[in-house]
Structure formats: C-alpha cells, structure tokens
C-alpha cells in the first residue's frame, strides 16, 4: 500500500483534486440556496438552478450528444476536440514565434546595457495594452503584408496575438537568466578568450535553464489564452473561442452545453504545460544551476 | 624544467591602477614591480584593500593597468591570455554545475579544439595526479569544498601552463582541509613544474608554499617587502615537505613576514630580492 502511494503520489493527489472540485460543485447545487447566497444585494455564491449549475454528469453526457438538432451534426466531444486541435495549433505557432521573439529581445537586452533601458520599459508596457485593442490592428496591418506567396489569414493574426502574451515572460525570464552567472564563471570564460557566442553557448544559456523553464510554461498558458480571445476578437471560426460565444447562446435551453468548449480549454492548457514539462525533462541536467559556487 | 629560466614568467614594471575618477578615485595599486622566474612559487600576502588581488587580475588580464607594463613571457598580458599561457583558480572552485567532474576539468582543452580520445587521456591524468579519479562521473554539488577546490585545481592545470594563477583558493576552506590542500599543492607543483603567483592573507600559507614572499600594504596597494624563504634555511618550495611547518627556518619566515606586514622593522629583510 505503501509502496503503491510512494510510486503514484501526485497522480493520486491530482485525481483527489479533481474529485474535490465536482463532488463540491454537487453537493452546493444539491444542499444549496435556489437563488444563491446574499449578502446585502450582492450574491456571493451563484444560483443553484439547472441553468447555472449544471450537474457534472450532465456536462459529461452531453459531450456524448449531437452538438444539434440537425440530421448531420456530429457529437459535442467530436466538435470539441477538433476546435481544441484547431486553437491549440494556433496556440503553438503564437507559443513558438513568441518564445523565439522573447530569446532574441533578452538576448539583445543581455548583450548591451543601453538596449535593456531603452527595451525593458517598452516590454512591460506592452502587456499593459488590451488584447481586444490590438486584435483589430494586428488585422489591418497584417492584410497590409505580403509575405513572398503567403497571404495574410485570420489564423496569422492570432497566431501573432498568442505571440504577444507569450513573448513577454520569456523576454523577462531569459533577461534574468543570461545574467545569471557569477563573476568567477565569467571571468574564467574569459581567461579561457572565448568570444561572446561561445560563453553564451558553454555558459549563459546553460545557466538560464532554471529560469527559462517557468518562464516558457507561463508562455504556453499565455499563448492558450491569447489564441482563444484572439479568435473571439478577430472573428475567426473553428477555434475554441468562437465556440464558446455560440454554444454561450444555447444556455437557457442546453445550460450543460456550455461546458462543452470549457473543458476543451482547460484540455489544451493542460497539454500545453505538459509538453513544456516535457522539454524540461529533457533539460534536466541544467536545472542543476547554481549549487555550487 | 629549467628551459625556460632565461625568460621571467612575470615580468611587472611601474604598474598603477586607479579606479574610479575624481573624489572617488582610488589609488589600488602604485609603483608595483615584480618578477617572477619560471617554475618559481610567489605569493602576494597582504591585509584587504591592499591589491594584491588587483595585481594578479592584471597578470590574468582580467583587468587592464592605468600605467606600467605587464610582461607574462615575454608577452603583453592580453596575448599571453589569448595563447592561454597561464591556468587559473580562484577562490570560488567555479564549476559549472551541470557538468560531472570530468567534463569540468575537460572544458578548457574541449573549448580550444583538442581532440576527444586525447582529452579523455589528460582528463584521466589530472584526476589521478588530484587523486579523484574515482569521482569523475559525479557532479560538483556531490563534493565537498576541498574536492571542489581540487576539481578546479586540475582544471586550471588542463593544458600544462607553465605559470599557475591562484587567488585565495583555499580561503573557503577549514583549517584541516587547507593544510593537506597545501601539501597536495606543493607536490603538483613538483611534478608540473609550473610558476605559480598565490594570492593568500594566510602567513603560514604563503610561507609553507612559496620561494618568495611579496608583502604589500593598503592605500595605495604597494610591495612593502619581499621575503625569501629560502634565505631562511628553508628548502626551494618544489622540494618542500609537510614537515617543513615545524623546521626553524618556516618559524623565522613567518615572523619576518609578520613584522612586514605589521610594519614594525625587522632587520635581515631580504626586502630588495626583486631579481631583476
């Protein structure tokens, strides 16, 4: 028994979790008030009806249903899992432009003290800018280019919208990382007369591992966010995002079907943490960083 | 081991650096002028402030003189890093962590191309020669500080540079530890035949290791005086044993070297030892 819990701890844990969060979810909705809890005039814990609260095992059968009434209309799991794929795509490919976009700002920002006053500033700022402000602009200037053959899709305005959240923590985390090293290191890279590419190879990206890894698994979260507001702002159809504006609509009548693209959701965040966490898996040795001195 | 004794290792003629400009400018070394022969062990002793880290930097070319000029054999300091005339090892053993033992001492012989079966042949030869070829899978954080310290040690020895630069390298280590480091130290350098420049605020130390002993004081950094340990009947620091921490002759280096650094007169100093 014992051995049973060593070996799949944080499986069990993680399934506990899981286990808590609906079995608390019913029981609310079975014990609790009808019209929610009041204080004052303001509700602090929801409704309890159908159309609030839907049961779990509601939520999970309807993904077993037709998504409508139509003769051809496919399962809501069915519907679901190919816009997840859909997002999740867009979702790499903003995670990816983002990832390299963020190296390349840290890398400049490491390099030379000037550029990391002039750029930091204006990095932090960008986050502050509203997405659904610069959806319509990443759109207008986008139709504008003419890449070779390629031209300009909705898909590559919120692959580039992904990209902008994502970038954003790597650029910070990497900045933090190639500054990393202690003098000792630095200097011996230098009584060694390398030049600057080869410490960045045999030192500093080495020693920014510890940093980059959080960093790269807060862009994916960002980047999975960005793709599915992306797509509502845009208008891009095919994607979780815009399925969640219409399934939204078939509340009153079908309050579990909301739920549906939820879970789809909360699905690719999951797989996309977990690939950073595999990446990291594969970095392990440099996750070392910083022990001895 | 000789071949070279015609050529100085270090040759420092008239070095001043200044950091800082104006008010706050600070004078940390002024008027420096050192040799050191080849295959000679020299240790610079002083309290802190006094530069002697600063002098052995400029020798590394870690950091570049205000004035004077810096010869490493024969050469400007800059080009003698370059050709990578000198190892080196400072207080902190600095390696890199998420390198096993061996591939921290093969790092410099892997960064300037040597080839990968002689690599493994000197790696397995430096560990031995610190007596941790049992250690060469294991990664520096399973290491105690000396064996950490030793790992650097056999790093900065990688590519047989005919002069050592050490500053403080056992000054993180307990008492007990740094005695056998010392000894260890002794015995490398008999077999590499390496000069060594030492950089230490432990008398004992710098008396049991070195031939020669340069004093310095603070503000401005300068040589105060120069002991030969030698003069005092002790054997040259190659042919050195541990037993020499009780010979007479280690005694009366060690006061001579106190009474430099305290400032009080002594009169044998063999203060103008600088052989030019």
Request: glycine share 10%; hydrophobic share 50%; aromatic share 6%.
């Amino acid at each position: 028994m014992a051995q049973i819990w060593d070996r799949f701890q944080a499986a069990i844990l993680g399934l506990l979790g899981v286990a808590t969060v609906v079995v608390t979810w019913d029981l609310y909705k079975a014990f609790g008030p009808a019209e929610g809890v009041l204080v004052g005039d303001t509700r602090v814990l929801p409704r309890t009806t159908e159309r609030a609260m839907p049961h779990s095992w509601d939520m999970l059968q309807r993904l077993g249903e037709p998504v409508s009434a139509l003769p051809d209309a496919p399962d809501a799991v069915r519907a679901v899992w190919d816009a997840s794929m859909f997002s999740l795509g867009l979702a790499a490919r903003g995670w990816v432009i983002g990832v390299v976009i963020g190296l390349l700002l840290a890398l400049a920002m490491s390099g030379f003290r000037i550029v990391e006053s002039a750029l930091l500033p204006w990095v932090i700022l960008s986050q502050t800018v509203p997405l659904i402000a610069i959806a319509p602009l990443v759109r207008r200037w986008g139709s504008e280019l003419q890449i070779g053959g390629h031209v300009w899709s909705s898909e590559d305005s919120v692959a580039v919208i992904a990209a902008y959240l994502a970038f954003f923590p790597v650029a910070v985390g990497a900045l933090r990382g190639l500054k990393s090293p202690d003098k000792t290191h630095l200097e011996l890279m230098r009584a060694y007369g390398i030049g600057w590419w080869r410490t960045l190879v045999t030192l500093r990206l080495p020693s920014s591992v510890p940093y980059l890894l959080p960093a790269l698994r807060l862009a994916a979260a960002s980047a999975v966010i960005g793709a599915v507001v992306a797509e509502v702002s845009i208008g891009l159809k095919g994607g979780l995002g815009r399925m969640v504006i219409d399934y939204a609509v078939a509340a009153s009548g079908d309050p579990a079907k909301p739920w549906a693209p939820i879970f789809g959701a909360i699905g690719i965040g999951l797989v996309a943490a977990g690939a950073v966490g595999l990446l990291g898996l594969a970095l392990r040795p440099f996750r070392l960083t910083g022990v001895s001195r | 081991m000789n071949q070279h004794a015609s050529q100085h290792a270090i040759a420092v003629a008239g070095v001043r650096r200044v950091f800082g400009k104006g008010r706050k400018q600070v004078i940390a070394l002024e008027d420096v002028d050192l040799v050191v022969g080849a295959g000679e062990f020299v240790s610079l002793i002083g309290p802190s402030g006094c530069g002697k880290s600063t002098l052995l930097r400029l020798v590394a070319d870690l950091d570049t003189a205000t004035a004077g000029t810096l010869e490493i054999f024969g050469k400007p300091a800059r080009r003698a890093r370059l050709d990578q005339d000198y190892g080196i090892a400072f207080q902190q053993a600095g390696l890199l962590p998420w390198r096993t033992v061996a591939g921290n001492v093969e790092l410099p012989l892997k960064l300037h191309g040597v080839a990968s079966a002689q690599r493994k042949a000197r790696v397995a030869e430096l560990l031995d020669l610190v007596g941790l070829s049992d250690f060469a899978k294991n990664h520096p954080d399973q290491l105690s500080g000396g064996m950490q310290q030793r790992v650097a040690i056999a790093r900065a020895l990688a590519e047989s540079p005919r002069l050592l630069l050490m500053d403080e390298p056992f000054g993180a280590l307990d008492e007990i530890t740094r005695e056998r480091m010392q000894n260890e130290l002794v015995r490398i350098c008999a077999e590499t035949g390496a000069a060594v420049l030492f950089v230490t605020h432990s008398i004992p130390e710098a008396v049991f290791l070195s031939d020669r002993v340069v004093v310095m004081s603070p503000r401005p950094g300068r040589i105060t005086g120069v002991v030969d340990v030698r003069a005092d009947g002790l054997a040259g620091a190659h042919d050195r044993t541990e037993r020499a921490r009780d010979e007479e002759g280690f005694f009366r280096a060690v006061a001579e070297v106190r009474g430099l650094l305290h400032g009080a007169p002594v009169a044998t100093v063999a203060a103008d030892g600088l052989e030019k």
